[in-house]
């Protein structure tokens, strides 16, 4: 897998004039090249690709959670209380239809082993309170960027998702109450630029030319010579031939 500086100047190497030219900075190729990688694995992850790899998505190995009220994110009055993240997460990338999360796990601390919670929605657990049943199974769901969980003794959660901001260093290595500390101080201080960027192998070559095509249109106003059909941007001879 790629570093995200490594990506950065396979963009630069593409065309001579976005490897001399000094106005257009990494981080600005950095984030070209993160937005069009986000639209082509969401193209992928709505087909229902990648959901089982194990390098596409970030796991949060520890996210503390705190026990409020059930009325702080929703406007349903009632005694039970939830679970909350004590932190707000980095945007999440979304799909067609719901968040591309590939899983939430309770953290067991005696055990070292969890349960994966199921997916819901706020107003989905709230029908389920006002059924006469009880209640066994745990749910999450996420609002005003928050995670929600709705077993409010659940301290903490390994939490499995496709990030499109980078994971701040307090939710990546937090000293949290689980006692989960693998990480080394070379991770802790690490640029996000030498990070490993998780981009499929088979899309890496599309999103080089997505992301140097679009710098160029963007800087020097360079269309590109393709059009969608893969033939030549000029425009078609109309005259006739007599």
């Not at 082993?113 to 657990?125: C, D, I, P």
């Not at 080089?208 to 269309?223: D, G, H, V």
Request: glycine share 4%; aromatic share 10%.
């Amino acid at each position: 897998m790629s570093t995200l500086r490594k990506l950065v100047s396979d963009v630069r190497s593409m065309h001579k004039i976005l490897s001399s030219d000094g106005l257009i900075t990494d981080r600005a190729i950095a984030s070209e090249i993160k937005n069009d990688a986000f639209m082509l694995i969401k193209r992928e992850t709505n087909l229902r690709k990648l959901w089982a790899t194990d390098t596409l998505f970030t796991t949060i190995p520890c996210l503390e959670m705190c026990e409020v009220p059930i009325s702080e994110c929703c406007d349903y009055v009632d005694e039970c209380t939830i679970a909350r993240s004590k932190e707000k997460l980095p945007r999440i990338s979304e799909g067609n239809y719901q968040y591309v999360i590939q899983g939430v796990y309770s953290i067991n601390a005696l055990s070292g082993k969890g349960t994966k919670l199921k997916e819901s929605t706020v107003n989905r657990f709230i029908n389920t309170l006002k059924l006469p049943v009880i209640k066994k199974e745990a749910y999450y769901w996420i609002s005003n960027g928050y995670l929600y969980v709705s077993n409010p003794g659940v301290q903490a959660v390994r939490f499995v998702a496709l990030f499109e901001e980078d994971v701040p260093n307090s939710l990546m290595y937090s000293e949290c109450s689980c006692g989960t500390r693998n990480y080394t101080n070379e991770d802790y201080c690490k640029n996000p630029l030498d990070k490993e960027f998780s981009l499929p192998g088979y899309l890496e070559k599309q999103v080089l030319e997505l992301a140097s095509q679009k710098l160029l249109n963007t800087y020097f106003r360079i269309k590109s010579d393709i059009t969608e059909n893969n033939v030549d941007g000029q425009a078609p001879n109309t005259s006739n031939n007599s």
